[in-house]
Nanobody, 126 residues
């Protein structure tokens, strides 16, 4: 049974930084594409960032490009999301997800991700 657990959320001021962590257990982490998604109140879930199994390729949503950085450490079964220059529009529940590669498609496609965490809340206030 694959489990995905996020941590690191919190309440911060505009311009602050946070680092989200996600640990995956029960599967072959080094073979998973890993992604971060978020959902704000009253809005649809949206793609934030993703990283290939090797870490050699990363993609970002336009809204976070240049402010957020995704990384992974396969030896620790962990993926991270560094959030810098936070603004109020970044307020959301952030979800970590794992794509085991059973389907083809863009790393930004939530439908490819089979394993999801419970989410961690990020609140940015002015």
């Amino acid at each position: 049974q694959v489990q995905v657990v996020e941590s690191g959320g919190g309440s911060v001021q505009v311009g602050a930084s946070l680092r989200l962590s996600c640990v995956v257990s029960g599967g072959t982490f080094s073979r998973y594409v890993m992604g971060w998604f978020r959902q704000a109140p009253g809005r649809e879930r949206e793609f934030v960032a993703a990283i290939s199994w090797s870490g050699g390729r990363t993609i970002y949503a336009d809204s976070v490009e240049g402010r957020f950085v995704i990384s992974r450490e396969n030896a620790e079964n962990a993926v991270y999301l560094q959030l810098d220059s936070l603004n109020t529009e970044d307020t959301a529940v952030y979800y970590c997800a794992a794509d085991p590669g059973r389907s083809y498609g863009s790393m930004s496609d939530a439908n490819l991700y089979e394993y999801w965490g419970q989410g961690t809340q990020v609140t940015v206030s002015s």
